[in-house]
């Protein structure tokens, strides 16, 4: 990940106000909250991931026949949703054809890398903990869906 992907996503994630569209009309508009949709086959194994192993609580489930078709996951200002597949084709046929099969890559800052590796045991380990140049130390896991989920702990210089 390159500075500037890092530096997007910091000032996305303080809410910082864009003021300029591509035509460079002004347009005020604050980020409020970012929410990554995951979509996956089955929504249970990620449920537990995220709430046994990461302490996540699950703060809204809507059932799709015996499953879970939706939820909402949630730790202190962090959410993400997860949406089954089947659950997308019916709410939205056309937009489910632009998700199929598609995986997601995130990054999340955390306060300590040690305490996340504890909660990865057993899980599949897709980039061995690292340090980068721009003083993260890093370790990259995949969910049960097979998103890829980057954790990292950034030095008091990379602050």
């Not at 992907?5 to 003021?19: H, I, K, M, P, Y």
């Not at 002004?26 to 086959?41: A, D, E, F, G, S």
Request: with cysteine; proline share 4%.
């Amino acid at each position: 990940m390159t500075r500037a992907v890092l530096l997007v996503a910091g000032l996305v994630v303080c809410g910082v106000s864009f003021t300029q569209n591509k035509t460079g009309e002004k347009k005020n508009m604050n980020v409020k909250r970012i929410t990554p949709v995951l979509y996956v086959q089955k929504i249970e194994p990620c449920v537990d991931f995220w709430v046994n192993r990461l302490g996540f609580q699950k703060t809204v489930e809507v059932p799709e026949g015996n499953r879970l078709g939706f939820v909402i996951l949630q730790k202190e200002n962090t959410e993400l949703m997860y949406q089954s597949f089947a659950s997308a084709e019916k709410d939205s046929p056309e937009a489910a054809k632009q998700i199929s099969g598609g995986r997601t890559f995130l990054y999340v800052e955390v306060d300590s890398l040690d305490a996340v590796i504890q909660a990865m045991k057993g899980v599949n380990i897709v980039l061995p903990v690292r340090t980068t140049f721009y003083g993260a130390k890093e370790v990259g896991v995949k969910d049960p869906a097979g998103h890829v989920i980057v954790f990292a702990e950034m030095s008091a210089a990379a602050k």
